[in-house]
C-alpha cells in the first residue's frame, strides 16, 4: 500500500509539474488528440451496439427465461465493454507514445533535466523511438489479452461479472498502461520492455498507484488529451524511482 500511495503521488506531482509548464502540456497533449478522437469513437460506437454484440455472444440463451437471459447478457455487455476499453486503452497510449515519441521525449529530457538529469542517458534516432515504441506496445497488448480474455469469460457470471471482474480489469488495465508510460524513460537509457519489466517486478503497487488514476480518467471522454500528459511526467517520475532504487540494491 505504501507503494500505490507514492504511485498516486507521482500522478500527482506529474499533475503539479506540468501546471507550472504549460508549454509541456501543450506539447504532450498534441499527439494525443488525434488517438483520443478515434478511441473516443470506437467506445461511443461499441456502446450503442453493445446490446446486439451481447446478445450475438450469447446465443444459448435466447430459449432461457426473460430474467436470466437479460442477467447473463448484462454481464457479457459489461464484461464485453471492459476488456475492450482495457486493450483500446493500452493500443492507445502505445500508439499515442510512439507516434508522439520524439515529443515525450523532449518532455522527458526537460523533466530530467530540472531533476538533475539522466546520467545514462543516451541518444535516438526518432525512428528507432517509433519502432520500439509501436514493437512493445504490441507485445503489451498481446500480453495483456492473455488476462483479459479471462476475464471476459468470467464476466458472463452475473454479480461476479458486475462487481468483481470491472475491478480485476481496471488492475490490469493500470499495470500494462503503467509499463507503457515510463517507456520513453526506459528507451532514453538503453532499456526494453523485458527491462522495464523486470525492473517494476518488484514494485507493482508503484506501478499500480499511477496507471490507476491514469486509466480510469482517460475512460472520461477526450479527458486523455491532459491525462495522458500528466501521466507521462508521472512515469518519468516513476522511472528515476525505480531505477534509483534499483542501482542502489545493485551498489
Not at 500494462?176 to 523485458?194: K, Q, T
Not at 525492473?199 to 499500480?208: N, T
Amino acid at each position: 500500500m505504501r507503494d500505490f500511495v507514492k504511485g498516486l503521488r507521482l500522478f500527482g506531482r506529474g499533475a503539479a509539474i506540468l501546471l507550472r509548464s504549460p508549454r509541456l502540456l501543450v506539447i504532450g497533449a498534441l499527439p494525443v488528440v488525434v488517438t483520443a478522437t478515434l478511441l473516443v469513437a470506437g467506445m461511443v460506437a461499441l456502446a450503442f451496439g453493445i446490446d446486439e454484440l451481447a446478445a450475438w455472444a450469447t446465443p444459448f440463451a435466447d430459449d432461457w427465461a426473460e430474467g436470466w437471459r437479460t442477467a447473463v447478457r448484462v454481464a457479457a455487455g459489461v464484461a464485453l465493454f471492459g476488456a475492450t476499453l482495457a486493450v483500446g486503452l493500452l493500443g492507445f497510449s502505445a500508439l499515442t507514445l510512439a507516434v508522439g515519441g520524439p515529443f515525450y521525449e523532449h518532455i522527458a529530457e526537460k523533466v530530467e533535466d530540472d531533476l538533475g538529469g539522466a546520467g545514462s542517458a543516451v541518444e535516438l534516432p526518432w525512428w528507432r523511438l517509433l519502432w520500439w515504441g509501436l514493437r512493445d506496445g504490441i507485445l503489451l497488448m498481446l500480453r495483456s489479452l492473455m488476462f483479459t480474455l479471462p476475464l471476459v469469460v468470467a464476466g458472463f457470471v452475473p454479480v461476479l461479472g458486475q462487481s468483481v471482474v470491472p475491478v480485476l480489469m481496471a488492475l490490469v488495465t493500470a499495470w500494462f498502461l503503467a509499463l507503457e508510460l515510463v517507456a520513453v524513460s526506459f528507451y532514453r537509457r538503453g532499456m526494453d520492455l523485458r527491462q522495464r519489466r523486470l525492473a517494476f517486478r518488484g514494485r507493482r503497487g508503484l506501478a499500480l498507484g499511477l496507471g490507476l488514476p491514469a486509466a480510469l480518467l482517460c475512460a472520461v471522454p477526450f479527458a486523455a488529451i491532459v491525462v495522458l500528459p500528466v501521466a507521462f511526467v508521472g512515469g518519468v517520475l516513476a522511472a528515476r524511482e525505480v531505477l534509483g532504487s534499483t542501482a542502489t540494491a545493485v551498489a
